[in-house]
């Protein structure tokens, strides 16, 4: 019945979770036909989807105004309606702790509300990035404890999310999608789901945990490349090497070789996280992931780095970092957007601010941000900001709504982490590269 309900567009498709995932996700289940209840315990974030307002840059804003206005997406944040459900995918968030262990309790609280509203032949597809066994030992035990079998009654799948916020080219529409059920049945109702839903190839893999294995080694794979390109930076500069021509000459060589970038850390909801989920994991069968571990390491002492170097350039130039005045551009984690979660740019102020510097952040995508339990508001650029400051560091890579060739004409000093001066082909004697 789930199948042809699926296939006639007549389930109902719940979304416990609106954020950078959930939002486009049930959008683009509403775009194909269903019909999309969006769940979340923020009033705020219900009430704009229902009145078709959009807090998500990856979301066309005429497409929730149609969808919203037709009756094919309304959010709420009373659970009971998840009785109601025939599907219902889980989009929360899976942060680390203190100790950079992982925190399931909104997976948890989640799974509890839908065990109580589960019925029979029900789909539930945790989408939250998590350690390789959360689905099974974790969900499946508590979605049973009302009684009904999975694989029998309901059924339970884990589809990593693949969402890269910015990117014009990959959507949550035509991202590959990869899907492992607890079983065969559920794997083959969740695949069903995303084939009527997207516009990209549903890869198939024998059971949750080879799926929530497969987004760790994806973002692992990240960490890892951008904490050897970042430690040979630091080796480069040492030497007296550009590193960026280094880099740009290694891509010339069309196999063996995929460039990584340098930057003042890593940002982001995904590398600076997921990796960490294995090595929490990886404990258990007592083993020690000593490479992710060291790649953790090494990017997270990046934004001290970056001071360091500028503290010395300001050494330099006869001036020193107590009481500078430090401009920083971007205080995002990725260039073109408003996303701040696990910004490296905050560590960097959080070096730059322990050091007794005055610092001023603009930011074109971020009006303003939590900092130290305070609202921190960001200033507009203006030559006289650039001109009245000590050093200007660039932070993240905006391309758009900056104007550098003011900047460079203007500041004394500018330290670009991101190289993106020399991409956008603006030179000056007063830049130095990370």
């Known amino acids: 019945m789930l199948k042809e309900r699926i296939l006639d567009r007549s389930a109902r498709i719940g979304v ?49 105004e149609k969808i919203v206005s037709d009756g094919h997406l309304r959010a709420t944040a009373n659970f009971d309606e998840l009785a109601g459900c025939d599907v219902i995918a889980i989009c929360v968030p899976t942060p680390l702790d203190v100790f950079k262990q992982p925190d399931l309790t909104y997976v948890i609280n989640s799974t509890e509300n ?56 990959y959507k949550t529409k035509n991202t590959p999608k990869v899907v492992g059920g ?45 904490a050897l390109i970042n430690e040979m930076a630091v080796v480069a500069d040492k030497m007296g090497i550009n590193i960026w021509d280094v880099i740009n000459a290694a891509s010339t060589k069309p196999f063996g070789f995929m460039p990584f970038f340098p930057g003042p850390g890593v940002g982001g909801h995904c590398i600076p996280i997921d990796p960490f989920y294995l090595t929490y994991i990886a404990r258990k069968y007592d083993y020690h992931t000593r490479l992710i571990e060291l790649s953790g390491e090494i990017n997270d002492s990046m934004p001290e780095y970056v001071v360091t170097r500028i503290m010395k350039a300001l050494n330099e130039r006869g001036k020193c970092m107590n009481g500078a005045k430090v401009v920083m551009l971007g205080i995002a984690y990725k260039e073109d957007i408003e996303d701040m979660r696990e910004s490296p740019a905050l560590k960097v102020l959080e070096h730059l601010e ?56 203007n500041a004394k000093y500018i330290f670009d982490a991101k190289n993106v001066l020399s991409k956008m082909g603006i030179a000056g004697e007063n830049v130095e590269v990370l």
Request: glycine share 6%; hydrophobic share 40%; aromatic share 8%.
């Open 16 to 64: 416990i979770g609106l954020g950078y995932v959930g939002l486009p996700l049930a959008v683009e289940k509403a775009k194909a036909g269903f019909k999309v209840i969006g769940f979340d315990i923020q009033e705020s974030k219900v009430e704009m989807v229902n009145e078709g307002h959009n807090y998500i840059g990856d979301v066309v804003n005429a497409d929730l």
């Open 114 to 169: 839908v065990a109580k509203r589960l019925h029979k032949d029900m789909l539930v597809v945790l989408e939250s990035t998590t350690y390789p066994g959360t689905t099974e030992d974790v969900m499946k035990p508590i979605l049973e404890e009302t009684g009904l079998v999975c694989g029998k009654d309901f059924y339970l799948a884990f589809s990593p999310e693949r969402v890269d916020p910015g990117n014009l080219r």
């Open 354 to 409: 322990k050091n007794h510097a005055q610092v001023s952040v603009v930011d074109p995508y971020v009006s303003e941000f939590i900092w130290e339990e305070e609202t921190v508001k960001t200033v507009n650029l203006t030559e006289e900001l650039i001109k009245e400051s000590d050093a200007v560091i660039i932070t993240t890579a905006h391309k758009k709504l900056m104007d550098y060739p003011m900047i460079v004409k």
């Open 182 to 226: 607890v079983g065969p049945e559920s794997t083959e109702v969740a695949k069903l789901l995303y084939e009527s839903v997207l516009d990209a190839e549903v890869f198939v893999v024998s059971s949750p945990k080879e799926a929530e294995m497969t987004k760790i080694l994806e973002n692992t794979f990240r960490i890892v490349n951008i």
